[in-house]
Nanobody, 125 residues
Framework: QVQLVESGGGLVQAGGSLRLSCAAS????????MGWFRQAPGKEREFVAA????????SYADSVKGRFTISRDNAKNTVYLQMNSLKPEDTAVYYC??????????????????WGQGTQVTVSS
């Protein structure tokens, strides 16, 4: 079992930045892909970013490309999401996820077996 705990969310003005962290415990996440998803009120949970097991490959939703950066530190069992140039439409609960087996940077929700409780990000205009 893997437990994931997100932190770093909050309220920020449009154009600002936030850095989310996802700390894993229970077992190492160093051999699986990791992802960030988000869910706005009344909407489905959507893919944001993913990173392969060693961090050599990343994938991003078109809506965040060039603004968000996913990274990982396997020694610390932690994944990060740096969010710059935030927009009001980025407002959502952000979830960290660990893949069950796949080591690649997957955008497919079904590849992820473990989820954090989420952290709220609110961007004011």
């Amino acid at each position: 079992q893997v437990q994931l705990v997100e932190s770093g969310g909050g309220l920020v003005q449009a154009g600002g930045s936030l850095r989310l962290s996802c700390a894993a415990s229970g077992r190492t996440i160093g051999n699986v892909g990791m992802g960030w998803f988000r869910q706005a009120p009344g909407k489905e949970r959507e893919f944001v970013a993913a990173i392969s097991w060693r961090g050599g490959s990343t994938s991003y939703a078109d809506s965040v490309k060039g603004r968000f950066t996913i990274s990982r530190d396997n020694a610390k069992n932690t994944v990060y999401l740096q969010m710059n140039s935030l927009k009001p439409e980025d407002t959502a609960v952000y979830y960290c996820a660990a893949a069950a087996r796949t080591p690649v940077a997957s955008a497919y929700k079904g590849d992820y077996a473990y989820w954090g409780q989420g952290t709220q990000v609110t961007v004011s205009s």
